[in-house]
């Protein structure tokens, strides 16, 4: 039999899948499972956007579109960034995707060769890593323990450039952090930033409309507007809107950034399907009452999910202020024995196989973002599904000895 390309040895499947499907398993099989573990919001997009796309299905015309995204779309998109302070671009410094993380890929085709070097800092989405081997990238990780509320520090991030990484990869908010740049923070970056002209830099900042306190979205861009040249912000539906399966992702960049995914997507996909497009439309200009209220939700849940943390010794949990994950460093607990079922708990991995099958709680252990002394729990259950789980592993970490 002929072989494989190499790539696809370098592919992995999705450890969060891996969990998720053991978490399936055991509810086929009738336990009482809550799963903290899927990152896709708990709800969906408004009616308006139903109408929308049977209105579009109407009359489709059933042709191909254009390879950057229709006129609508950018439109809709421009203004769905002016929003969040994103102006004075066009719509050629634009492109969509099937997804964000199809945009990043396109963006890794486009910007990285073979043996190009692409740093991000970790915690990392995981897709990040996978993306870059598949490419066959050399990857510059920057270790930001939760000692450092992992967060990327200007030093770190003066001395990995220095390097001069062809591509700078940032996420903000974070996935699995929930961590969220200040407008200080983000300026102290976009000034290291501007002091190193040859790299790229990209924003996967698809959770920019859940941010919590007051805090704010901030941009590099916004900071420095000279950065524009080589600042790539990408963006989503799937979460803001309750629309992950709808599959819209974009981008907004140099135009020449934006033309090479263009290229990119006339080889792919060519175009955003009619229906889709015209969803994705009346999601970003209808009302907004849906993501506001969900962005307040998850908040609240942000705080019911600290709450718990707070009564469990020896973990460190930095205090999330955007999207709907928190990420405890568990290690003090490795080691440790869970008395009622006898299961060792030894590291993060051992310690969500323990929680899930002696609690029927499912998380996601850190080592799937780089990070193996924390776990991550996403917090987009049903509503009365929290409090008895967030009980659960409260329960969980005191008969651990
Ligand atoms: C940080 C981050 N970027 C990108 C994506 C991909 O989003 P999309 O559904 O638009 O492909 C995700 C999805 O979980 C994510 O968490």
């Not at 299905?57 to 995204?69: A, K, P, T, V, W």
């Amino acid at each position: 039999m002929p072989g494989f390309a190499s790539r696809i040895g370098r592919a992995k499947p999705s450890a969060i899948m891996l969990v998720a499907d053991k978490a399936k398993r055991l509810k086929a099989e009738g336990r009482d499972i809550i799963s903290f573990s899927i990152g896709v919001p708990n709800f969906l997009p408004g009616e308006n956007v139903y109408d929308a796309a049977r209105e579009a299905l109407s009359h489709d015309s059933g042709q191909y579109g254009s390879n950057r995204g229709s006129d609508a779309l950018l439109d809709a998109f421009l203004a769905h960034m002016a929003e969040i302070g994103l102006t004075g671009y066009t719509r050629a410094n634009l492109a969509t995707g099937i997804g964000a993380k199809h945009v990043l890929y396109n963006l890794a085709e486009a910007l990285l060769d073979e043996g190009d070097t692409i740093a991000f800092a970790v915690p990392y989405w995981t897709s990040y890593l996978d993306i870059a081997e598949i490419v066959n990238a050399k990857i510059d990780l920057l270790p930001c323990p939760a000692s450092q509320d992992y967060k990327l520090t200007p030093a770190q991030l003066d001395a990995a450039l220095a390097k001069t990484p062809k591509v700078f990869l940032f996420n903000n908010p974070s996935n699995p952090t929930g961590m969220v740049y200040t407008k200080d923070e983000i300026a102290a970056l976009a000034d290291v930033i501007a002091r190193h002209p040859d790299t790229w830099v990209i924003t996967d900042d698809i959770y920019n409309r859940m941010v919590f306190d007051g805090v704010g979205y901030h941009n590099f861009v916004m900071a420095r507007p000279e950065l524009r040249e080589r600042v790539v912000f990408v963006d989503s539906l799937s979460k803001t809107y309750g629309m992950p399966g709808w599959r819209v992702g974009f981008m907004a960049g140099p135009e020449s950034v934006a033309k090479a995914v263009v290229t990119m997507n006339s080889n792919h996909i060519t175009n955003l399907p009619e229906v889709t497009t015209a969803a994705a439309v009346a999601a970003m200009t209808g009302p907004q009452d849906i993501p506001r209220a969900k962005c307040a939700e998850f908040a609240a849940k942000r705080d019911q999910v600290m709450a718990m943390f707070d009564r469990v010794p020896g973990v460190t949990c930095p205090r999330p202020q955007g999207a709907f994950y928190v990420f405890p460093d568990v290690s003090a607990y490795f080691g440790k024995t869970h008395g009622p079922t006898g299961l060792k708990v030894d590291d993060d991995v051992s310690f969500c196989n323990a929680l899930l099958e002696a609690k029927g709680v499912a998380c996601v252990p850190g080592s799937a973002f780089g990070e193996p002394r924390a776990l991550r729990i996403s917090y987009t259950c049903p509503t009365p599904q929290l409090a008895p789980g967030l009980e659960r592993i409260r329960e969980f970490f005191a008969e651990l000895a």
